[in-house]
């Protein structure tokens, strides 16, 4: 897909996820249809970043729950490490629109204006263009929700509580989703990442700071979010939490992948 000045093509299509619209359809379609997570209303999700081969069925928990709310959510705040370029604070780029195979999803300007007026937000395009971590994620949104826009912020050198104030910013109300990406423990044993990854992902129920980037590359971002929904009152729910030994690929070093709900503290499973 050929780049303009006001879009930022796909950098990972065909290799994280096919390239090909129909295919890709059908991959996020079967992920989909395979999860069955219970019924929840989410103001925030956590959600892996891989390849759809490997955390795609992961990711599906938590995007099968935004199916009932396609007409609701108006605005996702996405927000997720910066893998390959470093950056202080949060980088917004300057394009109007992000490519996938599905189609464009158009940035809100005026939300990314206003997160631009906090000191740790500025404008950083080269830790967007060749970043996976929030690509990965648009395909499952434009599949399962109708009309929204978008607010992508990579995450470098920054306190959980520069990403809390972010989220802060642009809680809103129903409309807004918030969305953190992240993966969890990298290139364990089959057997020692269950075991770190579950310690990880009872630290998150109990809404619990993670300590370093060992237990997730999204740590920052992540501790912003459990900041904010202390304060907002929100209520974790584990939905999914395996590794690539369990999803594909061998068992001998694997990644290991959440999916996380937060919503109102008074909403239960069901």
């Known amino acids: 897909m050929p780049a303009t000045a006001a879009t930022r093509p796909p950098a ?31 103001k925030a999700l956590i959600v892996p970043h891989a390849g759809y081969i490997y955390s795609g069925p992961v990711a599906a928990h ?12 108006r605005r996702v705040v996405l927000i997720g490490p910066a893998h ?19 189609g464009t999803v158009t940035l809100d300007r005026l939300a990314c204006a206003q997160a631009l007026a906090l000191p740790q937000v500025h404008i950083d395009d080269l ?26 912020f990579t995450v470098g050198y920054a306190s959980a509580e520069a990403v809390a104030a972010v989220i802060e910013a642009l809680w809103g109300g129903c409309e807004t989703l918030i969305i953190v990406s992240s993966d969890l423990s990298h290139y364990h044993s089959y057997r020692d990442a269950q075991r770190f990854d579950r310690e990880t992902a009872d630290s998150l129920c109990r809404l ?5 980037h060992e237990q997730a590359c999204g740590a920052t971002p992540i501790n912003g979010l459990i900041l904010a929904a202390r304060r907002r009152g929100l209520k974790p ?6 590794n690539s030994g369990d999803t594909a690929g061998d068992r001998a070093r694997v990644v290991g992948y959440i999916a996380m709900a937060f919503t109102a503290g008074e909403e239960d499973d069901a």
Request: charged letters at 15%; hydrophobic letters at 50%; aromatic letters at 6%.
């Open 12 to 42: 990972v299509a065909g290799m994280f996820y096919p390239g090909e619209a129909d295919a890709l359809r059908a991959e996020i379609g079967a992920c989909l249809a395979a999860a069955h997570p219970p019924r929840l209303t989410p």
């Open 62 to 73: 938590a995007y099968a729950l935004l199916v009932p709310l396609a007409e609701r959510i």
């Open 84 to 102: 390959r370029v470093a950056l202080p604070g949060l980088g917004l780029p300057s394009v109007d629109a992000f490519a996938t195979p599905l």
């Open 127 to 152: 830790s967007h263009l060749p970043e996976h971590a929030l690509e990965v994620q648009l395909p499952f949104l434009q599949s399962v929700l109708s009309e929204f826009t978008l607010v992508p």
């Open 208 to 212: 619990q700071l993670l300590t370093d």
């Open 237 to 242: 729910h584990l939905l999914d939490l395996r």
